[in-house]
Nanobody, 120 residues
Framework: QVQLVESGGGLVQPGGSLRLSCAAS????????MVWYRQAPGKQRELVAR???????NYADSVKGRFTISRDNAENTVYLQMNSLKPEDTAVYSC??????????????WGQGTQVTVSS
């Protein structure tokens, strides 16, 4: 099986920064896309940023220019650098990975989520 563990969430003032990490472990053969999602109270889950194995990225319009997704394939880890944070960024952030696992095959795995709160 595969475990995804997020870290780096917390309370930050508007305009501040946080860096989230999501580390994958287990019987991993290959990790394809890695994605950060977020869900605020009373709202639907939304895609924040995606990164391919080769490093291609795309972002939600609401975070473009403020957030940066990156990954370390050797460490099976994806990062989300969040700058110029706004109160509307407050949410539970979760990572998702498309993983090839030996011997079961390919599947999608989720982390448990980490809370990000932006407030003065």
């Amino acid at each position: 099986q595969v475990q995804l563990v997020e870290s780096g969430g917390g309370l930050v003032q508007p305009g501040g920064s946080l860096r989230l990490s999501c580390a994958a472990s287990g019987s991993i053969s290959v990790i394809y896309n890695m994605v950060w999602y977020r869900q605020a109270p009373g709202k639907q889950r939304e895609l924040v940023a995606r990164i391919t194995r080769g490093g291609g990225t795309n972002y939600a319009d609401s975070v473009k220019g403020r957030f940066t997704i990156s990954r370390d394939n050797a460490e099976n880890t994806v990062y989300l650098q969040m700058n110029s944070l706004k109160p509307e960024d407050t949410a539970v952030y979760s990572c998702n990975a498309d993983v090839s696992v030996y011997p079961q095959g390919r599947g999608a795995y989720w982390g448990q989520g980490t809370q990000v709160t932006v407030s003065s």
